[in-house]
């Protein structure tokens, strides 16, 4: 049954005449319903496609990018694309796709700021998954174990392209090390600092109280949310990383509850 037509003839009609103008506007609608068959599932599905394709392109394009801002390609660096390849299960069409981008961002012509905007544009500025997106572009800066002044000068260009803050952008980086940290930190010697990274990983001081702790715990949750990030436009090989991260929110906060439970 197709009802857009009625739909848009309503709401257009009562925008136009109110009640008299809704009216006009719904038997238009049904005329029109009758007579055309527009598939709105079906444009929907490959506006989804299409930006999930150009956050994809543009994932690997400026992640080559910042690999070469030092000016050599590191052999950690390309490890780092191999196995987010490897980890995102991606075909062989994807990636070839993938290393195509890859090689394109590293072109001494690539111009960062325009992937940055039509990046942007397909996803409709939503904050969440672009946060995301810096953050697979900051763990492909580290991969070789240092952020290059040039490759953290690049972040700064893509952040404030996609409409995040410096500051943001210097908490995230301070979170995505802790969260690397938080997983190496496993030893008993080693739980106090485990306990200072999680809290960090949070973006919330030891100082901070429970109420703050469980606050930016939910708000870390619900932005790093697999099915949500998806639905916004992530690319489904991506939600692992996007579950992966929501785990690491999930054990950080659970850490921190139970020492304090413990110390009263």
Not at 73 to 102: C, H, P, T, Y
Not at 159 to 175: C, N, P, V, Y
Not at 184 to 207: D, F, H, I, M, T
């Amino acid at each position: 049954m197709r009802i857009w037509g009625k739909v848009i003839g309503f709401l257009l009609g009562f925008m136009a005449g109110r009640v008299i103008g809704a009216l006009i506007g719904l038997w238009l609608g049904h005329k029109i319903d009758k007579g055309v068959n527009f598939d709105f599932e079906a444009l929907s599905n490959k506006n989804e496609q299409q930006r999930q394709h150009i956050f994809f392109d543009a994932t690997y394009s400026i992640m080559g990018h910042i690999a070469k801002a030092s000016g050599r390609v590191s052999e950690e660096e390309i490890a780092f694309a191999n196995a987010s390849m490897q980890r995102w299960g991606l075909n062989d069409e994807a990636k070839r796709r993938a290393q195509s981008a890859f090689a394109e961002g590293k072109q001494a012509d690539f111009d960062v700021e325009a992937k940055v905007r039509q990046l942007r544009v397909a996803s409709f500025g939503r904050h969440d998954l672009l946060q995301m997106f810096v953050e697979i572009q900051i763990q492909a800066a580290f991969a070789d174990g240092d952020l290059h002044p040039q490759e953290r000068a690049i972040l700064h260009r893509v952040a404030k392209g996609l409409g995040i803050s410096s500051r943001e952008l210097d908490q995230l980086l301070d979170r995505i090390i802790a969260g690397e940290q938080f997983h190496q930190q496993q030893s008993p010697a080693q739980q106090k600092q485990q306990l200072s990274n999680a809290y960090r990983l949070l973006g919330v001081s030891e100082q901070s109280d429970m109420r703050e702790v469980k606050k930016a715990y939910r708000k870390l949750m619900s932005q790093h949310h697999p099915d949500k990030l998806v639905a916004k436009g992530l690319p489904p090989e991506l939600m692992q990383d996007a579950k992966q991260k929501a785990q690491d929110i999930q054990a950080a906060y659970e850490l921190i509850a139970k020492r304090r439970a413990a110390n009263g």
